[in-house]
């Protein structure tokens, strides 16, 4: 999606690209997709393979709080937000 319009209306998405803006170094990998069905909204990220350690954390402690956060923004906004990670190919 390239328009800013649709992209920033899902409860979650500017929060955590702005996160991850912050976190990764290569930022022209960062991809974040998303789709919206009957179980709530599903953030997929996609970052370099340099990235990936900073993005999941030690012991998975950055994926996991961001998760968590997710669901708190989410919730604020009567919807379930759900954050996927793609391992790089």
């Given at each position: 999606m390239t328009d800013e319009t649709t992209t920033t209306d899902y409860p979650?998405?500017?929060f955590l690209r702005y996160v991850l803006e912050q976190i990764i170094e290569d930022k022209d990998q960062?991809?974040?997709e998303q789709q919206e069905d009957d179980l709530g909204i599903l953030?997929?990220?996609s970052v370099s393979d340099s990235d990936m350690g900073?993005?999941?954390g030690k012991s998975g402690q950055t994926?996991?709080?961001?998760?968590?956060?997710?669901?708190?923004v989410g919730g604020n906004a009567d919807k379930r937000v759900n954050l996927k990670v793609l391992e790089p190919a």
């Open positions: 979650g998405y500017a960062l991809v974040i953030l997929t990220v900073k993005l999941i994926i996991k709080a961001l998760r968590t956060l997710l669901r708190i």
